[in-house]
């Protein structure tokens, strides 16, 4: 069983930066992929950015490739997503999620979900 718990979502102008973390409970986070996804008011949950276990590969949706980063401390059970050069479209709910097979963009094959966190980017 693992807990998540997103935290670092909030209000920022267009061009901003926010940092969002998700901590987990669990001793076994780290044999865990861990995703990003995002959903916005009347649309469907996207994928945005996944790293496998070890943090050698991340994965990224094309609408935020070059401008988001995902990292994951396994010593402190911890992923991150920098959000750089945010824009009004990335706008949403955003959630971690925990996958004990491997990182990529399908939703469904995640086992674990926070409760979310909101990202408002203002024009």
């Known amino acids: 069983q693992v807990q998540l718990v997103e935290s670092g979502g909030g209000l920022v102008q267009a061009g901003g930066s926010l940092r969002l973390s998700c901590a987990a409970s669990?001793?076994?986070?780290?044999?865990?992929?861990m995703g990003w996804f995002r959903q916005a008011p009347g649309k469907e949950r996207e994928f945005v950015a996944a790293?496998?276990?070890?943090?050698?590969?991340?994965y990224y949706a094309d609408s935020v490739k070059g401008r988001f980063t995902i990292s994951r401390d396994n010593a402190k059970n911890t992923v991150y997503l920098q959000m750089n050069s945010l824009k009004p479209e990335d706008t949403a709910v955003y959630y971690c999620?925990?996958?004990?097979?491997?990182?990529?963009?399908?939703?469904?094959?995640?086992?674990?979900w926070g409760q979310g966190t909101q990202v408002t980017v203002s024009s």
């Open positions: 669990g001793r076994t986070f780290s044999s865990y992929a």
């Open positions: 999620a925990a996958d004990p097979s491997r990182a990529g963009p399908n939703g469904n094959e995640y086992d674990y």
């Open positions: 790293i496998s276990w070890s943090g050698g590969s991340t």
